[in-house]
């Protein structure tokens, strides 16, 4: 009986959440917003960092932060509006962050914190892996994220009309990560 005990605190106790570390030259923070309810305009932030933490099935910690000044859209003059103190104000708010309060399986809820406004937001969720990368032979995982926020609520281009530029954000998040 001692043994059986013995090998259950083992197996429980190897089940338990390991660090990974973001692998950002395969992930992704990016947005998409309709311009003049018609098209799409797509963007995304270069400069990011996160924490995973992952027990093999779920992710047990998700925190992560954008820098604002870095925002790309591929078009400079736009990304220095966006930059503008109607709009992120980067200077007084230079980070986006957003920390994970629950997993669910195919949701993370999480705050988002922009420009010093806090809010709950739901995330679609998929996680691939883990898998065993062929040449370092690291546990690999994926977290694709997926959700919508209105910008408004976190006072982003609150003078901007819908019809403009949409209240409506789709934020698309990928990441890949790999065990310490």
């Known amino acids: ?28 923070v990016g947005f998409e917003v309709k311009h003049l309810m018609v098209s799409k ?13 992952f027990d093999g099935k779920a992710l047990t910690k998700l925190n992560g932060k954008v820098a604002i000044a870095d925002i790309n859209t591929d078009n400079n003059t736009r990304d220095k509006h966006l930059n503008a103190p109607d709009f992120f104000d980067s200077k007084k708010f230079p980070d986006a962050t957003l920390s994970m309060t629950k997993f669910e399986k195919g949701k ?7 420009r010093d406004v806090v809010k709950n937001v739901v995330f679609d969720t998929e996680i691939g892996g883990p ?21 408004k609520d976190f006072n982003v281009g609150e003078d901007t009309a819908d019809s403009s530029v949409s209240d ?5 998040i990928e990441l890949e990560a790999s065990a310490q």
């Open 1 to 28: 009986m001692k043994a059986f005990m013995i090998a259950l605190a083992v197996a429980f106790g190897s089940m338990s959440a390991a660090p990974y570390v973001i692998d950002s030259t395969h992930s992704s």
């Open 41 to 53: 305009v797509k963007g995304n932030f270069k400069k990011f960092s996160g924490e995973i933490e």
């Open 108 to 114: 993370v809820y999480a705050d988002l914190k922009i």
């Open 131 to 151: 898998i065993k990368h062929p040449k370092t032979g690291k546990d690999i995982i994926s977290v694709s994220l997926k959700g919508e926020i209105n910008r």
């Open 168 to 172: 409506k954000v789709i934020i698309a």
